[in-house]
């Protein structure tokens, strides 16, 4: 999974797919994880499958 999330940094990906992009984190590291994906999200079509309400919280729609 971070390995993907790297990828989508590296490619500036205009659509990004998250697919329980955070499932099988620990606290700490998905909150460190979460703190990038807003950087890499931001001004990006973003499609978020969750099952954690945390991990869609920020959405806008």
Do not use: W, Y
Not at 2 to 31: C, G, H, Q, W, Y
Request: positive net charge; glycine residues 2%; proline residues 2%.
């Amino acid at each position: 999974q971070r390995i993907s999330i790297a990828r989508a940094f590296l490619k500036d990906a205009p659509i990004i797919l998250l697919d329980e992009a955070t499932a099988s984190l620990d606290v700490e590291n998905e909150t460190l994880i979460q703190t990038a994906l807003s950087r890499l999200i931001r001004n990006k079509t973003v499609l978020v499958i969750a099952h954690r309400m945390r991990t869609v919280a920020g959405a806008d729609k």
